[in-house]
C-alpha cells in the first residue's frame, strides 16, 4: 500500500472513493496535524477486492432506524432491518434459501457476481454514510454506491452503468427483485425474520413491484428508475441500453418499508423523484453526526468525545478505529421499547440486542460520547434479571437468551464510568424496582457470594455462561472473579462517602481475600496464565487471552512483579502475533474444540487487543506495546473493527491490516461491534494516562513519547468541566 498524506486523507468525501482509511504502519503524515475531527473519507476503508467463493465479511450501511447489508455482488442487498419491520431475511418456508437478496444483477443473461476471473472480482468500499462497490464485466463497469437516507425505513442505490471500452455497445440488464417481507413485535434473537408468501403486484406506470404480507402489518415497494423496458417471471425488472464509448447511464433503486402497502408505495414515489436530493441529504447527515461527535454540546449525542490531536498515525489510527465502531452501535429508532440506545453487534445475527459484556468494554467512550443510554441500558438491566438473561432486545424491551457471567462485572462498569465522568451522583438515589442505584449496584458487586465454588471463588456454570466456544473455561475462572475484586473496591468508595463506612471497610477487606484466592488457587505458577477451578477439585489449566485481560484490568495491584512479568511473557510468546492476536493460544488442549474466531487460535474478539494492550502498559515497555499496535490498528483499514478479526498465520492480511473475520458458518462474527470504542478507552487511560476519579479530580500519568510526545485531548468532559489532556497533565479549560 503507498503512503498516504494528511493532504490526500483530507481530500473530502467526493474524492474518498478511490481509496481511504487507515494509514499504513510506519507511513508519514510529514509533520502535520492528523484531523481531529475525520471526515467521511477519512473514515472510509479501504477499495476490498473479493471473488464470490471468497470467505469474506460484507459491508453493512445504516442510518438511526436501521440497516442493510451488502451480498457478495456488485448491486444485490440482504438483510434489509427497520425492526420490527424487515425485508430480505430468511423466508419461512420449506427449504428456505436463508437470507433473501434484492436487486441481484445480470448482465447479457449472466449471473454477473459469478465468475472466478479477478478482472472482475467486485470491489467493496465502506463509509460511514454509505457502501460503494464497482465491477467490470467484459468491457461494462458497474458501480453503485448504497444508502439509507435519515429517519426513514428505505434503502437506496446509486447504479452507475458505464461503456468502457472505446466502441458503442449494447447491453441487457437484469435485476432480480424479491422481499420476504415481515413485521415481528416479539423479541428478536438471531437473524432477521421473512414471510414466505407475500402478495406481489407490478406498477409499471410507476416502475415498482409491492410485497405485502399477509400475516403482520408491512409492505415493501421496490423499484429502479427510469422504469424497466420489461418484467421477467413477476420480479426480473429488465433493461436494454445502448451506450457509446465512455457512456454512463444511472439508475436509482430504492426498497420502501412501510406498514401498508399505500404508505410504501408513497414513499417510493417520493424518494425516487428526490433521489439526489436525498443522497446530499444522507452525506450531510454523517457529516454532522462525525462533527457531534466531537464537539461539546452538539444536538446528536447527550455527550461527545474529546479532539484528538495528533501526529502520530499508530494513535489517530487507534482513535478512529474506536470511533467508526460507537457510530455504528448509535439507534434512535421510533420502535425501540426503551428509547435511544445502543446496538451490540451490527450486522443480521443479532439485529436488536445490546449487552451488558460488549457495551462495558466501551463504557469509558460511551460515558463521555453518549451517557444516557448507557445509563438507560444500565437501568434496564437493574429490572430484568440479568442472572438469567445474556442481553435485552429494544423491540420487546425484554431480556434473552441464557445468561452471560460477566453481567455484574459489566453492570458495574458501566455505571463507574457513567458516574466518573457525568458526576451524577444523584443517581445513585433514584429508585428502579423499589430500590435505590447504590443498592442494586451493592448487590451486583456482591452477588458473586450466592455462587461459592470448591474453592470458595464464584463458580460460573457451564461453557455458555463464559465463552461458548472454549469448553474447559468453566467454573471458578480468574477473569470473572477478578470483577467481583474491583466491583467490591468501586462500591466501597460510594458506601463511605455515603457515611457507611463499616459496609465500605467490610467489602474492601472481602476483595482484598478474594484477589488472594484467585492468585492462590488459579495462577499456574512460572506459566504466565490462570486455571479454571472445577466441581470435583480439579483444574483446567487454559491458556486465553481472557483471564490475562481481566486480571490485570481489575486487580492488577494484586499481582506480583514476577507474576506480572510471567503474564507478559506468555502474552507475547503465545497470544500476540505481528498483525493482530489469538484469544486462545495454538498449543492450548482445547484449541480444536471451536475455531469461532472471537474466542479461539484462529483470531480474537474486537475488544481484545486493546484490552489487553492497557494490561501490558502496566507490565512493559511502552514502545514495545505502540511497535505492536501500529500495526494492529491497521486492521481498521476494512472499516469498523470487526466482531472478530484472524492472525495472519490463518488468514493473510487484507492492505496491511488483518483480516476480518467472516459470516459464514463455522465463524459466525457479524460486521462489527460496540465494543471496538474500547480502542479509545485504552487511548485514554493507558496512552495519555487518563484517570477520571470518583471524588479527587482527573489526573493523568501519559506514556505519550512512543506515540507522539505532543498529542493532546482537547474538550475532554469531565464532571461539568471541560479539560486538555497533553504530556504536561491535565488543564481545565472551561
Known amino acids: 500500500m503507498k503512503r498516504r498524506t494528511f493532504l490526500k486523507l483530507s481530500a473530502g468525501a467526493a474524492a474518498a472513493t478511490a481509496g481511504a482509511g487507515a494509514f499504513p504502519a510506519g507511513s508519514s503524515a510529514e509533520g502535520r496535524l492528523l484531523p481531529g475531527i475525520p471526515s467521511l473519507s477519512d473514515l472510509a ?38 425492526p420490527p419491520y424487515a425485508c430480505c431475511g430468511i423466508p419461512d418456508v420449506p427449504w ?7 436487486c441481484e444483477l445480470f448482465v447479457n443473461d449472466r449471473f454477473a457476481a459469478l465468475s472466478d476471473d479477478p478482472a472482475e472480482a467486485v470491489i467493496y468500499q465502506w463509509f460511514p454514510h454509505c457502501v460503494v462497490r464497482e465491477q467490470t464485466v467484459g468491457e461494462i463497469r458497474i458501480r453503485t454506491t448504497m444508502f439509507l437516507p435519515p429517519q426513514m425505513r428505505a434503502v437506496l442505490e446509486k447504479i452507475e452503468i458505464r461503456n ?15 422481499a420476504a417481507v415481515a413485521k415481528k413485535t416479539t423479541t428478536w434473537f438471531t437473524n432477521l425474520p421473512g414471510e414466505g408468501d407475500n402478495l406481489r403486484s407490478w406498477d409499471a406506470s410507476h416502475g415498482r413491484i409491492t410485497w405485502t404480507a399477509q400475516h403482520s402489518q408491512v409492505a415493501a415497494a421496490q423499484g429502479i428508475h427510469p422504469p424497466a423496458d420489461a418484467v421477467a417471471g413477476g420480479n426480473v425488472l429488465q433493461y436494454h441500453m445502448s451506450l457509446s464509448p465512455g457512456e454512463t447511464r444511472e439508475l436509482h433503486f430504492v426498497c420502501a418499508v412501510a406498514p401498508a402497502a399505500g404508505e410504501a408505495n408513497s414513499m417510493h414515489d417520493r424518494l425516487q423523484a428526490n433521489f439526489a436530493g436525498m443522497q446530499q441529504e444522507n452525506e450531510r447527515r454523517f457529516e454532522q453526526l462525525i462533527h457531534s461527535a466531537c464537539t461539546p454540546g452538539n444536538s446528536d449525542f447527550s455527550g461527545s468525545l474529546p479532539r484528538l490531536e495528533t501526529k502520530s498515525e499508530t494513535l489517530w489510527n487507534l482513535w478512529q478505529n474506536g470511533l467508526r465502531n460507537l457510530l455504528t452501535a448509535r439507534r434512535r429508532s421510533p420502535d425501540s421499547a426503551y428509547g ?8 443480521h445475527v443479532l439485529p436488536t440486542l445490546s449487552f451488558p459484556w460488549d457495551t462495558s468494554l466501551s463504557s469509558l467512550s460511551l460515558a463521555l460520547l453518549d451517557p444516557e443510554p448507557m445509563r438507560n441500558l444500565v437501568e434496564i438491566w437493574f429490572q430484568r434479571d440479568m442472572h438469567q438473561h445474556l442481553a435485552t432486545d429494544y423491540i420487546s424491551g425484554e431480556a434473552i437468551g441464557p445468561w452471560y457471567a460477566v453481567n455484574d462485572m459489566a453492570i458495574i462498569r458501566c455505571s463507574r464510568d457513567y458516574l466518573r465522568i457525568t458526576g451524577d451522583f444523584k443517581w445513585l438515589d433514584q429508585s428502579i424496582a423499589g430500590k435505590p442505584v447504590l443498592d442494586h449496584l451493592v448487590y451486583h458487586a456482591t452477588y458473586w457470594k450466592k455462587l461459592a465454588g470448591k474453592h470458595g471463588l464464584a463458580d460460573y456454570g457451564g461453557i455458555s455462561n463464559l465463552l461458548e466456544v472454549v469448553s474447559t473455561y468453566i467454573h471458578e475462572v480468574a477473569g470473572m472473579n477478578a470483577g467481583n475484586v474491583s466491583s467490591m473496591r468501586f462500591v466501597a468508595e460510594l458506601l463511605e462517602r455515603r457515611g457507611r463506612g463499616g459496609e465500605a471497610a467490610q467489602l474492601r477487606s472481602e476483595a482484598t481475600a478474594l484477589a488472594q484466592r484467585i492468585s492462590s488457587v488459579l495462577y499456574v505458577q512460572g506459566k504466565g496464565w490462570w486455571r479454571a477451578g472445577q466441581p470435583d477439585g480439579s483444574f483446567n489449566e487454559v491458556r486465553h487471552c481472557y483471564d490475562f485481560l481481566a486480571v490485570l484490568d481489575n486487580m492488577s495491584e494484586d499481582l506480583s512483579d514476577t507474576q506480572k512479568r510471567e503474564m507478559s511473557q506468555f502474552f507475547w510468546t503465545q497470544l500476540a502475533s505481528k498483525k493482530w492476536m489469538r484469544a486462545l493460544a495454538s498449543g492450548d488442549p482445547d484449541a480444536t474444540w471451536n475455531v469461532r474466531p472471537d474466542h479461539s487460535c484462529l483470531g480474537a474478539y474486537t475488544a481484545w487487543p486493546p484490552e489487553c494492550a492497557k494490561g501490558l502498559f502496566k507490565t512493559d515497555d511502552p514502545a514495545r506495546i505502540a511497535t505492536w499496535l501500529a500495526e494492529v490498528a491497521q486492521a481498521g483499514n476494512q472499516g469498523p473493527i470487526g466482531q472478530a478479526h484472524y492472525v495472519e498465520q490463518v488468514v493473510p492480511p487484507l492492505k496491511g491490516g488483518a483480516y476480518r473475520a467472516s459470516n459464514d458458518a463455522p465463524f459466525i462474527e457479524d460486521w462489527c461491534a460496540v465494543s471496538g470504542g474500547a480502542f479509545i478507552d485504552m487511548a485514554i487511560e493507558s496512552i495519555f494516562g487518563v484517570t477520571p476519579s470518583l471524588y479527587d479530580g482527573i489526573h493523568a500519568a501519559p ?32
Open 45 to 82: 476503508s479501504v477499495r476490498m477486492p473479493h471473488t464470490y467463493m471468497e470467505l469474506f465479511n460484507l459491508p453493512i450501511a445504516m442510518n438511526d432506524w436501521g440497516y442493510a447489508q451488502a451480498v457478495k455482488s456488485v448491486s444485490a442487498i440482504s438483510a434489509i432491518g427497520f
Open 96 to 102: 428456505s434459501p436463508g437470507f433473501l437478496t434484492t
Open 164 to 178: 468502457v471500452s472505446s466502441q458503442s455497445r449494447t447491453v441487457a440488464l437484469g435485476f432480480d427483485m424479491r
Open 340 to 347: 435511544p440506545t445502543l446496538l451490540t453487534l451490527s450486522g
Open 703 to 734: 506514556k505519550l513519547a512512543a506515540f507522539d510526545g505532543g498529542a493532546r485531548l482537547e474538550g475532554f468532559r469531565y464532571q461539568g468541566g471541560q479539560y486538555s489532556i497533553s504530556q504536561e497533565g491535565v488543564r481545565r479549560s472551561s
